[in-house]
């Protein structure tokens, strides 16, 4: 098993910056594919960026050229840094770890209780 914890959220103005951190429990975080979720107020939760075990990354076009993911696996630890925000980019920010086999990033394994992220115009 592993445990996520999600932090870095927070207000922003719109066109600013975040970094968003997961770090994650246990000795095995460099088997995972790990991923970054979001959902918004009345909307569904949706993928935003995934990173494979061995460092492909993968972004929902909505973010991408915006947010860069990554992971240090000496730390255990994923992040996602997000520039440019816009208001819509308002959501609750998840973690979440895909153990093999791995799924592609549809049916994660393991999930983090989430940071909100709020960009004002």
């Known amino acids: 098993q592993v445990q996520l914890v999600e932090s870095g959220g927070g207000l922003v103005q719109a066109g600013g910056s975040l970094r968003l951190s997961c770090a994650a429990s246990?000795?095995?975080?460099?088997?995972?594919?790990m991923g970054w979720f979001r959902q918004a107020p009345g909307k569904e939760r949706e993928f935003v960026a995934g990173?494979?075990?061995?460092?492909?990354?993968y972004y929902a076009d909505s973010v991408k050229g915006r947010f860069t993911i990554s992971r240090d696996n000496a730390k255990n630890t994923m992040y996602l840094q997000m520039n440019s925000l816009k208001p819509e980019d308002t959501a609750v920010y998840s973690c979440?770890?895909?153990?093999?086999?791995?799924?592609?990033?549809?049916?994660?394994?393991?999930w983090g209780k989430g940071t909100l992220v709020t960009v004002s115009s």
């Open positions: 979440a770890a895909d153990a093999p086999p791995y799924s592609d990033f549809r049916t994660m394994d393991y």
């Open positions: 990173i494979s075990r061995r460092g492909s990354t």
């Open positions: 246990g000795r095995t975080f460099s088997n995972y594919a």
